[in-house]
């Protein structure tokens, strides 16, 4: 099945600075990669997601870039901010009979130091 | 909708004694996902179910683990007997599968609130 590796597990920013986590994954039939932030007593909730078709996103302060030759895609957060402060999940879905599944990177802890 | 609706919040138990987990999906959401968090070993997957059948179990420990779904809008975890590996955060999740004709799906997972289970 598929793999994905996530890097740093943890991250520590001065608020205003940027943060970059990145991801890669195994399966090159992946096409949907997800990213999720998960609070502090919460479920991880979708951020944003990127789709094999397009190499770049961007909502806001975050973006999200993906590189299907190389199998790696990351997440940038721009002017961060201390409630940016969470774990943050990568993940992957490829097609066939795996319909549905989303394969989980390890998280990444980000602090945000005001 | 109210979201994705776990209950309990919290369990505190004793080994050997049964635990049940309970989850109530997104209304008209096809796709429900059982997950395990913990510190070792992240979230894991243990169990997704589409249209209320089971598609893959391979994730689940053992066989004191099992989950059913009766219908579209329940879903349990059972765990019999507990032990105290078995402590973790267990989330639920559901998903709407955006294309029923090709075998590919963008699939935004929403996750509950998650159950809080010790293991005494």
């Known amino acids: 099945g598929e793999n994905v590796e996530q890097h740093p597990s943890t991250l520590s920013v001065q608020e205003g600075d940027s943060a970059v986590i990145k991801c890669t994954y195994s399966?090159?039939?992946?096409?949907?990669f997800p990213w999720y932030k998960q609070e502090l007593g919460k479920g991880p909730q979708l951020i944003i997601d990127?789709?094999?078709?397009?190499g770049e996103k961007k909502d806001q302060r975050i973006a999200v870039t993906l590189n299907k030759t190389a199998k790696h895609f990351s997440l940038h957060i721009t002017e961060t901010q201390p409630e940016d402060s969470a774990v943050y999940f990568c993940?992957?879905?490829?097609?066939?009979?795996?319909?549905?599944?989303?394969?989980f990177g390890r998280g990444t802890q980000l602090t945000v130091w005001p | 909708d109210a979201g994705v609706i776990q209950s309990p919040r919290h369990e505190v138990t004793e080994m050997g004694q049964e635990v049940t987990l309970r989850c109530k999906p997104i209304?008209?959401?096809?796709?429900l996902f059982w997950y395990r968090q913990t510190m070792m070993r992240g979230l894991e997957l243990l169990i997704y179910?589409?249209?209320?059948?089971?598609?893959?179990d391979s994730g689940m420990p053992e066989d004191r683990f099992s989950a059913k779904m009766p219908n579209a809008s329940f879903s349990t975890l059972k765990i019999q007997p507990s032990e105290p590996r078995d402590s973790a955060v267990y989330f639920c999740?559901?998903?709407?599968?955006?294309?029923?004709?090709?075998?590919?799906?963008?699939?935004?997972?929403?996750f509950g609130p998650g159950t809080r289970l010790t293991v005494l």
């Open positions: 999740a559901s998903s709407l599968a955006t294309s029923r004709t090709v075998k590919t799906s963008y699939n935004e997972q929403f």
């Open positions: 399966d090159s039939a992946s096409n949907y």
């Open positions: 990127i789709r094999s078709n397009v």
């Open positions: 993940a992957a879905s490829p097609r066939g009979s795996t319909l549905g599944r989303l394969y």
């Open positions: 209304s008209g959401h096809d796709y």
């Open positions: 179910f589409n249209n209320n059948v089971p598609i893959d």
